[in-house]
């Protein structure tokens, strides 16, 4: 469980400010990092291959299914 830290007002301010910023970096940057090991990456090679497109664009089409799935179940907007 996370523990809450507590700050001033005007400390939590920044904090807030701070985290959006580079919240908005990572979505202006649109790279997602992760490491996968030897038989997860052959595996996806052999399907990417086997369905003749990219791999990148299989995975990134697995990540979009599978987080408008998560966003439907907790009843959010997808376009949040």
Known sequence: MATRIKR???TQ???EEG???ARQRVIDR???AFRADPEMMD???KLAEHKRIPYGV???SWVMDCLRD???NLGMD???
């Open 30 to 32: 649109g790279v997602i």
């Open 43 to 45: 595996l996806l090679l």
């Open 8 to 10: 001033s007002a005007a």
């Open 58 to 60: 299989l995975a990134r």
């Open 70 to 72: 998560e966003a439907k």
């Open 19 to 21: 985290r959006a910023a």
């Open 78 to 80: 997808s376009k949040q």
């Open 13 to 15: 301010k920044r904090f």
